[in-house]
């Protein structure tokens, strides 16, 4: 009876262990599949001394959610590029709509978020870029309209005089 009563506290105590050892190695995985960057000095520091940031809502390491927490008065955001590497999965997106919520509150905020190339090509030379908003393109051999919208801007090159 002693043995028995030793050997199930061992293959509970066991299992126990087992489960953690999966958590653990569940949250190292999505640590080694997550990727964080770093903005290079060259770039941050010219910003930083024209803008003078008192907050980051996105340190590396994550301490806590930028999005749930009130942002001070001159924000510097660097938010997670994809979903899944964020607290929360709060992505670009995510970090987009908060800037803009603390903007009406009359704070101030520069975000650094991936684009296409093109795109830096166009506003370098001048393009006016104006919201297209989430276009149903005509699909036109059909003509019916996409179900799935995309969003889209314009990039206006009005041409020198």
């Known amino acids: 009876m002693f043995l028995e009563l030793n050997l199930m506290k061992f293959i509970q105590l066991t299992r126990i262990r087992i489960r953690a050892v999966k958590q653990t190695m569940d949250e190292n995985k999505k640590l080694v599949d997550s990727r964080f960057w770093l903005i290079p000095k060259e770039i941050y520091e010219p910003l930083n001394k024209e803008f003078k940031f008192n907050f980051d809502p996105c340190p590396y390491p994550f301490k806590r959610d930028g999005i749930e927490i009130d942002w001070e008065t001159m924000n510097w955001v660097n938010p997670p590029f994809r979903r899944k590497d964020a607290m929360n999965n709060h992505g670009p997106t995510a970090f987009v709509r908060k800037a803009i919520e603390e ?57 020198n005089k």
């Open 103 to 159: 903007q009406k509150k009359g704070k101030t905020s520069v975000l650094i978020l991936p684009v296409q190339s093109y795109v830096n090509l166009l506003l370098d030379a001048g393009a006016e870029l104006r919201p297209a908003g989430r276009v149903k393109w005509i699909d036109a051999i059909s003509g019916k309209r996409d179900p799935a919208p995309s969003c889209n801007a314009l990039f206006i090159l009005r041409g």
